[in-house]
């Protein structure tokens, strides 16, 4: 036993693609190039929404706290799976894959608390416009950022204090391409039904709870309802890191697309 908890398993492996070389290949290009975009395009959205004067509304900025979250999101895993696809043997170890589930849930509930605000943002905008420069002041959008940081703090502490000190001294193969949480929980010696129960009910809480919450507010005006559920729709979903990060579709905005040729191109 060389873990306090009495884990005799020091490192997991992961399965990944168990393809043949060929696809790995495949993968290796697909997967380098959408995380290359994925970071380009976010570091892009932030420093666009930082120095052009012409992005400094309440929207602009929760867009660039959610392309920071995105981008950190992408990067707990896609670096590690990359890698493993340059390696026949895919291994990630004990305090790696703790690490590695920590950020997953503390970015990931973050961003989707921090969806929700940017639900509600569209929310003012739409069915208060008179009153929107006032509602969203400056203190609510500190108010906004600093709570989404907070809550997936907890979110992930609630999850991992558990996690962390169970034992694992039997089968250490994890069916995914990075630790996910559920599945390496069904990986300790002991009996886990009650913790993968409180691991499903957390998830559930800090991703259904706030848009439920923000319906709640705008509830009973039917039409205000519609716009901020259609707004939230994108809010209520596990964040997956392997994609474009949805801020980068941020970039397809007229405004922003306009903000980048100005503060990128101004010179020439």
Same mark, same amino acid.
């Given at each position: 036993?060389?873990?306090?908890?009495?884990?005799?398993?020091t490192?997991?492996i992961?399965?990944?693609?168990?393809v043949?070389?060929e696809l790995?290949?495949?993968?290796?290009?697909t997967?380098?190039?959408?995380?290359?975009?994925?970071?380009?395009?976010?570091?892009?959205?932030?420093?666009?929404?930082?120095?052009? @004067?012409?992005?400094?509304?309440?929207?602009?900025?929760?867009?660039?706290? #959610?392309?920071?979250?995105?981008?950190?999101?992408?990067?707990?895993?896609?670096?590690?799976?990359i890698?493993? #696809?340059?390696? =026949?043997?895919?291994?990630? @170890?004990?305090?790696?894959?703790m690490?590695?589930?920590?950020?997953?849930?503390?970015?990931?509930?973050?961003?989707?608390?921090?969806?929700?605000?940017?639900?509600?943002?569209?929310?003012?905008?739409?069915c208060?416009?008179?009153? &929107?420069?006032?509602?969203?002041?400056?203190?609510?959008?500190?108010?906004?950022?600093?709570?989404?940081?907070?809550?997936?703090?907890?979110?992930?502490?609630?999850q991992?204090?558990?996690?962390?000190? #169970?034992?694992?001294?039997?089968?250490?193969?994890?069916?995914?391409?990075f630790?996910?949480?559920?599945?390496?929980?069904?990986?300790a010696c002991?009996?886990?039904?009650?913790? =993968?129960?409180?691991v499903?009910?957390?998830?559930?809480?800090? &991703?259904?709870?706030?848009?439920?919450?923000?319906l709640?507010y705008?509830?009973?005006?039917?039409?205000?309802?519609?716009?901020?559920?259609?707004?939230?729709?994108g809010?209520?979903?596990?964040?997956?890191?392997?994609?474009?990060?949805?801020?980068? #579709?941020?970039?397809?905005?007229?405004?922003m697309?306009?903000?980048?040729?100005?503060?990128?191109?101004?010179? &020439?």
């Open positions: 036993m060389d873990l306090k908890n009495g884990s005799v398993v490192e997991f992961l399965l990944g693609f168990s043949g070389w790995q290949f495949v993968f290796l290009v997967f380098s190039l959408i995380y290359g975009a994925t970071v380009l395009g976010n570091v892009l959205i932030m420093v666009t929404v930082t120095f052009s @004067s012409t992005l400094h509304s309440p929207m602009y900025f929760l867009l660039g706290n #959610l392309s920071f979250l995105d981008m950190c999101l992408s990067t707990v895993t896609t670096p590690k799976m890698r493993d #696809l340059l390696t =026949e043997h895919k291994v990630i @170890s004990m305090w790696g894959c690490a590695q589930m920590f950020f997953m849930h503390c970015f990931g509930g973050a961003e989707a608390t921090l969806l929700v605000a940017m639900a509600f943002d569209r929310y003012v905008a739409i208060k416009p008179l009153h &929107y420069r006032t509602i969203m002041s400056h203190k609510l959008l500190k108010g906004f950022a600093m709570p989404s940081w907070t809550i997936g703090f907890i979110h992930t502490m609630s991992m204090v558990l996690t962390v000190n #169970l034992p694992f001294c039997g089968p250490h193969i994890i069916d995914n391409i630790c996910d949480l559920p599945l390496v929980i069904k990986l002991m009996d886990t039904y009650t913790l =993968e129960l409180f499903i009910a957390g998830s559930a809480l800090i &991703y259904l709870f706030p848009p439920a919450a923000c709640l705008c509830y009973p005006g039917h039409c205000e309802t519609k716009i901020i559920w259609r707004a939230l729709q809010s209520v979903h596990v964040v997956c890191p392997h994609h474009c990060g949805h801020s980068v #579709l941020w970039a397809k905005n007229e405004k697309q306009e903000a980048m040729r100005t503060l990128w191109f101004q010179k &020439y």
